[in-house]
């Protein structure tokens, strides 16, 4: 079987690291806001930004709080309107609506990022900021929706939950926007053994702030400044996370392995669209995704030869029953992301993969496709 995610092959891989670490916790006694979640706060924020240090990190209980906290700590006008991408993972809108924002869509393009083109269509003086997704790995066109944003006042949010180590122009995104997020659900590129987030920001006082959200309103035990709520990332996982993070560019140098066989392989395949990848971006490839018409085909073949795949997404969010009714958005068309929702198929993506089993699922996939 070729598997779309090997966990357990990963940990037997690092075993003795992990196991030190675990027991190293464990022995302390100390599991909520331990040395381990300090350390880890401080080597992510350094791993992001090796250049200046002026990156500082907040470790919360996932990426999805991470998202809330961070746009909870901008104080944005109320029933004011953030643009969000119209592909990407739900908790992204979720994070918007449950601050009492609204969202609004904007269609991916070929990189499926942000479309600068719908983005610029979209802001109205109603919006306030843009929530930028680095889906699938690959950073969006950050340089120039921080001009748009600049231009017209707008906060940038970045969500990094799927671009551990990616880089725009050499710099690793969760540097450009005003605040950034990260998730470290286990199959992310760097995944905890459990839930975990963090929230990143070179404002050192928007970071505070946020401390104070996640940790009952204060930084300080029994001090509430204000109304706060619980979310911390904890020391196991913090531990688990720190030994992960040694690893993180040589997984990601070997994911970049597997995408360029991938494109190599499939490249003469002329009902395939390839990731299109910008010039300016290293890709972390979170995952590999492909768009063919005959998704159905494909995905017998792979399932015949007992390959796993995935769908990221199947269903745009404008086209769910959750963001159906919302009527603000009701004009917005996203016409790519409802179109390629029926296209999009993620082939098996990371380190774990040996070179045969790449091949085979090229060749399952071309079998379907080429016949
Ligand atoms: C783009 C994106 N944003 C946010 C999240 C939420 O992260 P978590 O599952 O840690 O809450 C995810 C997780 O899948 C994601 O892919």
């Given at each position: 079987m070729v598997k779309f995610l090997d966990l357990k092959k990963q940990y037997l891989g690092i075993k003795e690291e992990i196991d030190s670490a675990i027991t190293r916790v464990i022995e302390s006694g100390?599991?909520?806001?331990?040395s381990e979640v300090c350390a880890f706060e401080e080597e992510f924020a350094q791993y992001l930004d090796?250049?200046?240090?002026a990156l500082k990190a907040l470790g919360v209980a996932n990426g999805t709080d991470a998202l809330e906290i961070a746009i909870e700590a901008?104080?944005?006008?109320?029933?004011s309107v953030v643009l969000v991408p119209a592909?990407?993972?739900a908790a992204s809108a979720e994070a918007v609506v449950r601050n009492g924002l609204k969202v609004q869509f904007v269609d991916c393009g070929e990189d499926y990022t942000l479309d600068l083109e719908d983005l610029r269509s979209k802001i109205t003086p109603q919006t306030s900021a843009i929530l930028v997704v680095h889906l699938y790995g690959q950073s969006a066109k950050i340089d120039e929706i921080l001009e748009i944003a600049r231009q017209k006042n707008l906060r940038v949010i970045e969500d990094c939950a799927q671009a551990h180590g990616a880089r725009f122009n050499g710099q690793c995104v969760g540097?450009?926007?005003d605040i950034a997020t990260f998730s470290?659900?286990?199959?992310?590129?760097?995944?905890?053994y459990g839930d975990g987030g963090a929230i990143v920001s070179c404002n050192a006082e928007l970071l505070k702030h946020c401390e104070e959200i996640a940790h009952h309103?204060?930084?300080?035990?029994?001090?509430?400044?204000i109304v706060g709520r619980n979310s911390r990332l904890d020391n196991l996982q913090a531990a688990i996370l720190r030994v992960k993070l040694r690893h993180l560019e040589s997984w990601n140098i070997r994911r970049r392995e597997v995408a360029k066989m991938y494109l190599e392989g499939l490249?003469?395949?002329?009902s395939i669209v390839l990731p299109h990848i910008k010039d300016s971006c290293l890709c972390a490839w979170h995952l590999f995704v492909i768009r063919v018409k005959n998704r159905q085909a494909v995905m017998e073949s792979l399932k015949k030869s007992d390959i796993e795949y995935g769908l990221?997404?199947?269903?745009?969010l404008p086209n769910t029953p959750a963001y159906s009714n919302v009527p603000f958005i009701?004009?917005?068309?996203c016409k790519n992301a409802s179109l390629w929702q029926d296209e999009i198929l993620s082939l098996p993506m990371g380190e774990h993969l040996s070179d045969l089993e790449v091949l085979e699922v090229i060749k399952a996939v071309k079998e379907a496709v080429c016949g």
């Open positions: 100390a599991f909520v806001g331990g090796d250049r200046s240090n901008l104080h944005l006008p109320k029933d592909n990407t993972f540097r450009f926007g470290f659900y286990p199959g992310k590129n760097l995944g905890a309103g204060g930084l300080k035990k029994y001090e509430h400044r490249k003469d395949c002329e990221h997404y199947p269903i745009a009701a004009e917005s068309k």
